[in-house]
Structures are given as C-alpha cells and as structure tokens.
C-alpha cells in the first residue's frame, strides 16, 4: 500500500506540469446548473458544465483567488484592489466589475446570501463579516482570535456555516461551524483532529458537504447539518476539493485532481 501511494505521488507531481488546470483556488456550479467558475492561477474563468475543461477567461487584469455564485446569473469574488482590497459583482458576459466593498484588510472566501441580498466573507483571518447590500453596510457577526475560513449562508439566510480552526482546543484542527445570525450563538458541527473544510449547504438545507481527509486522502463527505456521522461521498487515491451542489441536490460536483490534472466530477449523494 504504501509502495502504491508513493507510485502515485510521483505520477501526480509528473502529471502536474500538463494540467489542464493547475494552481486551482476555488471551483462553484451555477445555480442554473449549466455553467462552472473556476479559479486558477490567480485568475478567473467559467467553463460550460457540458465541457468543464472549457476555460474562458473573466476580468483578466484582476487577481482573483475566489469566486462565488449568485442567484441571478452574477458572481462575487475578491481581488486586490488600489492600497488595499475589494469585492467585486462580476458578470459572465463581461460587463465591467461592480464593486461592493474595499478594505485595507484582505478579504477572503466571498459567499452570496440565497435571495442575493448579502455578502459573508472573512476579513483578514478572524473576522466574518456580512455585507448588506441594498444598503452597503458591513457589520461583524464573529471576531476572536482564531483563523475563519469559506462561510456559506443556510438557504433560509438564518446562518453561516464556515470552516474554523479552534485554537483553544488541546489539538487545533479545522472543523466545520454554524453561527446563528439572530442569536450570535456558535455550535461547533465537527470535533475531530482531522482537517475539515470549505462546507456546503444541500439546497434543501439539510446536509452539509464538505472537504476532510479522516480517510487518509482529501476526500468529499456529507452529513446532516443537525447530527449524524458524515459519510464519504468520494473514496479513492485522488485529492478532492471543493464540493458543490448541484441546483436540485441529488449530486455533488467537486474538483478532482487526477493524472491528467483538476477535473470537475459529480457524485450522488442521499
């Protein structure tokens, strides 16, 4: 097994000078299920679901390191921007960006409320922040020094789950967590010393699907928000990343890197 291992990790570095995409940061699905956002190298593309590996460049002077869908046919993501950094409303048919936000701070992992409504996104590495923007007001839902990362509101906008490194356990490790927006109240959803990362939330709002690598390799499982064992959704030698659902949750799309590099794969779930 571990000759087979190390045999595969030479054939994945030799295969990644050839990747049709390298360097991958973030990977969504359109709500409308025909169209794909991926992030590589440092800029923005979308690709036709019928073809995943059909790059067409977005915004090509902008360094993009994340990229979100909305409801609606646009997208957010971040970039730097002047002396510091920005949110962006970006289209697919390449009108000019619509800026949201600036910060001196970085903002990281921008995510789009379910009505289209509000932005969640970290700033810097502690602070989650919501973006209301009919009325461009920012406000803090959670600080504390501890690391946050890829927010992502419930379907019914009554709260974030967002991964988090929880540095006052006896071994910090990410885990996934939910904030309720009304009552601020945090409940941690996973407790383990595994990596657990990038959730995300069934359309129905009842099953999280997120990255971990408690099965030895980063892999994609699901489990009820409100308890139940995760399950893998994924079970190979390849690294998974970046689960996302389809618009009628029956599957999961993530990003798989394989010999011939990052490919977008789907997988059924309950």
Same mark, same amino acid.
């Given at each position: 097994m571990v000759g087979m291992r190390a045999l595969w990790l030479s054939l994945a570095l030799m295969a990644w000078g050839y990747a049709q995409i390298?360097?991958?940061?973030?990977?969504?699905?359109?709500?409308?299920?025909?169209?794909l956002l991926w992030v590589s190298g440092g800029h923005l593309y979308w690709a036709p679901l019928a073809n995943p590996s059909e790059l067409h460049p977005l915004y090509p002077d902008l360094i993009v390191d994340w990229a979100r869908f909305a409801p609606g046919g646009w997208f957010v993501f971040a970039s730097p921007h002047?002396?510091?950094?920005?949110?962006?409303?970006?289209?697919?048919?390449?009108?000019e960006p619509e800026l949201l936000w600036q910060s001196p701070l970085?903002?990281?992992?921008?995510?789009?409320?379910a009505e289209g409504t509000q932005v969640a996104f970290v700033e810097d590495w502690d602070s989650l922040v919501i973006l209301d923007l009919e009325?461009?007001?920012?406000?803090?839902?959670?600080?504390?020094? /501890?690391?946050?990362?890829?927010?992502?509101f419930l379907p019914s906008g009554a709260g974030l789950l967002f991964a988090g490194l929880w540095s006052s356990s006896p071994e910090p490790s990410w885990e996934i967590f939910y904030l309720d927006l009304v009552s601020l109240e945090l409940i941690?959803?996973?407790?383990?010393?595994?990596?657990? /990362?990038?959730?995300r939330i069934s359309p129905d709002g009842l099953w999280i699907a997120f990255v971990s690598n408690r099965s030895g390799n980063a892999d994609i499982w699901v489990q009820a928000l /409100?308890?139940?064992?995760?399950?893998?959704?994924?079970?190979?030698? /390849?690294?998974?990343?970046?689960?996302?659902?389809?618009?009628?949750?029956?599957t999961v799309g993530y990003a798989s890197f394989q010999l011939e590099g990052w490919a977008f794969r789907q997988s059924a779930t309950y």
């Open positions: 390298p360097d991958l940061g973030a990977l969504d699905w359109a709500p409308d299920g025909e169209r002047e002396e510091g950094f920005a949110l962006w409303r970006g289209f697919l048919g390449g009108q970085p903002l990281r992992w921008p995510t789009v409320s009325h461009g007001q920012a406000r803090k839902v959670l600080g504390g020094a /501890w690391p946050k990362a890829t927010p992502e941690q959803l996973t407790a383990d010393l595994y990596f657990d /990362w990038c959730p /409100w308890g139940g064992p995760p399950f893998p959704v994924t079970e190979d030698l /390849w690294e998974e990343a970046f689960p996302c659902w389809s618009p009628e949750g029956a």
